[in-house]
């Protein structure tokens, strides 16, 4: 159903308001980059609030209804943090490689948590955009905040998996384009990009390997008859379609030759990311432990080795990814180390302040040579940082062992075990996970203390 522009009210701060009939291929390109760049901002925002917790004891009850289909009855902080994070990274892959399609590298612009949510218009009352730990309410809200739907526009049934109709293009001051959420922003997208379908390109680099190889085995590299589809699958997670979550990498079946792998957050993937969230607000942060930060140490560590190292590792994630998506060979090492280096943030007692990187920060092989030593790593300090909680929940998800990854004894009785699957990019099977070689390396030579 078709809305009447008329119907749609004026919302401040859009300055420059263009019905998408009239827009041009240079708004095409502002909403990719747009698009490209918000969904690249969520990612350390959710990764820095799960970095932040030292213990998870919560224990979260899903509704009896959709627990059924689920099949699991209860969930936890971490496992809905790090199961929108990974779908995240899907949708950063998925936007980039519609960018592509219509011959536009995405820029990637370095995030920035301060004032607003990036081309999103406006905030709950009481919230700030600022990084955050997992047990701090503010956080919970403003990512609530980034997932959740306009309130429904005229004709827009918002239990419908489609992308709902949006009529304008829209800008602010600064010239940004600006919407009401991210479903309204891609609606305007999609439109804008069929209205351009003639200008598609065949065989521009896109990124298919990597961390969600094999779920690109299900969709393949985008065509032009699969962009419809990626938009949906983006906003169908993202803001939701209450209980439809159907894209592809819920669905165990789009792993060819791969039927015995159980995906440990086949249960999380039911719910979209902001009902993920509204379940993390309602939980009020009881049972979840953070690592203790001080405001001392916060309010001075921009320039602490600590921050350098995120700094550092993310902007290297940064040109990598640029360079794959302008053709080279795709390299995501840094974003398996972006986690050792965000919770050697936490270690120090400090918050990610998360700027880029600035002069006399450490080179890149210095910071990996920090966050995965050679010789000397610790359990406490590296190693246990080396198992993200994808890995630990998809080893048990998948009976591999009876190796725990989250206790330093199981892990040392299973040290040489465990290395074979990290350098058979096996970790555990079935799983996305790929360590760097310096990890491998800093594994192997870990004496278990």
Wanted: proline share 8%.
């Amino acid at each position: 159903m078709r809305i009447d522009p008329a119907t749609v009210p004026a919302v401040d701060p859009v300055v420059r308001r263009i019905p998408i009939a009239d827009g041009t291929r240079e708004d095409l390109e502002a909403l990719l980059q747009a698009a490209v760049n918000l969904e690249l901002w969520t990612i350390p925002l959710y990764l820095t609030a799960l970095s932040s917790i030292q213990r998870d004891a919560s224990h979260i009850a899903l509704p009896p209804e959709r627990a059924r289909h689920a099949r699991r009855s209860s969930t936890t902080v971490s496992r809905l943090l790090v199961s929108v994070a990974l779908q995240e990274m899907y949708h950063l892959q998925l936007a980039g490689n519609i960018a592509r399609m219509f011959g536009v590298v995405p820029r990637l612009d370095w995030p920035a948590y301060d004032g607003r949510i990036p081309y999103v218009i406006g905030l709950p009352a009481g919230v700030t955009v600022a990084l955050g730990t997992a047990n701090d309410v503010n956080t919970l809200r403003l990512m609530l905040a980034v997932e959740t739907p306009d309130d429904p526009l005229p004709g827009h049934d918002r239990g419908e998996r489609d992308v709902p109709f949006f009529p304008f293009i829209q800008y602010d001051g600064a010239g940004q384009p600006a919407y009401p959420s991210i479903g309204t922003l891609y609606s305007a997208l999609l439109q804008l990009a069929n209205r351009f379908r003639d200008q598609l390109q065949a065989g521009a680099p896109q990124l298919a390997n990597g961390l969600f190889a094999a779920w690109y085995q299900h969709t393949g590299v985008l065509q032009p008859g699969s962009l419809g589809e990626a938009i949906n699958i983006i906003v169908d997670q993202g803001e939701g379609a209450i209980g439809q979550q159907a894209a592809p990498i819920d669905d165990p079946a789009a792993i060819p030759g791969q039927g015995n792998f159980a995906d440990p957050f086949y249960a999380e993937n039911h719910f979209s990311h902001c009902e993920r969230f509204q379940l993390c607000l309602d939980n009020a942060t009881r049972g979840v432990t953070v690592w203790p930060t001080t405001s001392a140490a916060a309010s001075s560590s921009s320039s602490s080795p600590a921050q350098q190292h995120v700094s550092v590792v993310f902007d290297r994630l940064l040109a990598d990814l640029r360079a794959a998506w302008a053709g080279a060979a795709p390299s995501l090492e840094p974003m398996f180390l972006f986690r050792a280096a965000l919770a050697q943030v936490y270690i120090a007692g400090e918050i990610p302040t998360f700027a880029p990187p600035a002069p006399g920060s450490p080179t890149y092989d210095a910071s990996v040579a920090a966050l995965a030593p050679a010789t000397g790593a610790r359990w406490a300090s590296q190693v246990q940082f080396f198992f993200t909680i994808t890995d630990i929940e998809g080893m048990k998800a998948n009976h591999v062992s009876r190796v725990d990854l989250a206790s330093q004894t199981s892990v040392a009785a299973n040290q040489g075990a465990i290395a074979a699957l990290a350098a058979d990019a096996q970790m555990p099977p079935g799983e996305l996970n790929v360590w760097s070689a310096a990890q491998q390396a800093s594994f192997a030579g870990w004496k278990g203390d």
